[in-house]
């Protein structure tokens, strides 16, 4: 059973460009947060979606971030216009429910790096 | 060894000595506690949690206290092995405030042979 997957590992973008990062969940799993880490820093958490709907994106900048969990596909974290402060590794975390916080389980992350 | 979380974020112990990391959480009303290994270039790995309804829970060579009180979380691992070189976050989460968990600044153990 596959874990959760991210795509790009590692992705660089120029100031102004997009980024999208792509997270697929564990299989049987419907609900998705991302967490985003800033060096020697913790996680701070940024969004939670289900399959469809955005449940809290307390933790989003109200400017050029989005994120959505289709009914088919990985959820995406698109950030527009990149700038220098949004380098950082994004997590996203599955759980089957949103009953269980313990069964978040994390993958790998995405390294994005702003020139 | 033993660290205090913010104010010691590296903590080096020898081989096969018991390690205690601290941390200090911010919400009185957090309810649930997990603490969290993150190793170099990958996502934060369950270790272990701890509902506030207790104080001291126990997995394999780790265990957790939690003094509600002053606030405070500690994960001691026994018989510190080089691979337990990580990060250690501990997380916090409010059943009041949803699904995500509120992370510590982490503290980096450094085992030495």
């Known amino acids: 059973n596959a874990g959760v997957m991210q795509n790009p590992r590692h992705l660089v973008r120029r100031r102004g460009q997009e980024a999208r990062l792509r997270c697929s969940p564990m299989?049987?799993?419907?609900?998705v947060y991302w967490y985003r880490q800033l060096p020697e820093e913790g996680l701070k958490f940024m969004v939670y979606l289900q399959k469809e709907n955005i449940i809290d994106e307390s933790g989003m900048p109200k400017e050029r971030f989005s994120a959505e969990f289709p009914k088919e596909g990985p959820s995406i974290l698109r950030i527009q216009q990149v700038v220098r402060g949004d380098s950082a590794a994004y997590f996203c975390?599955?759980?089957?429910?949103?009953?269980?916080?313990?069964?978040?389980?994390f993958g790998p992350g995405t390294r994005l790096t702003v020139t | 060894g033993e660290s205090v979380g913010l104010h010691l974020p590296t903590l080096s112990v020898q081989e096969g000595d018991n390690s205690i990391i601290n941390c200090a959480y911010s919400n009185s009303a957090s309810d649930y506690f997990i603490w969290y290994k993150q190793e170099s270039g990958k996502g934060p790995q369950f270790i272990i949690d701890i509902r506030s309804n207790m104080d001291k829970r126990q997995g394999q060579r780790v265990t957790v206290l939690l003094n509600k009180t002053v606030k405070h979380l500690s994960l001691q691992i026994a018989a510190t092995q080089p691979g337990d070189s990580a990060v250690y976050f501990c997380?916090?989460?409010?059943?009041?405030?949803?699904?995500?968990?509120?992370f510590g600044t982490g503290t980096q153990l450094k085992v030495e042979l």
């Open positions: 299989k049987g799993h419907s609900h």
């Open positions: 975390a599955s759980s089957p429910s949103g009953r269980a916080i313990y069964e978040q389980y």
């Open positions: 997380a916090e989460n409010w059943t009041g405030g949803g699904n995500k968990l509120t």
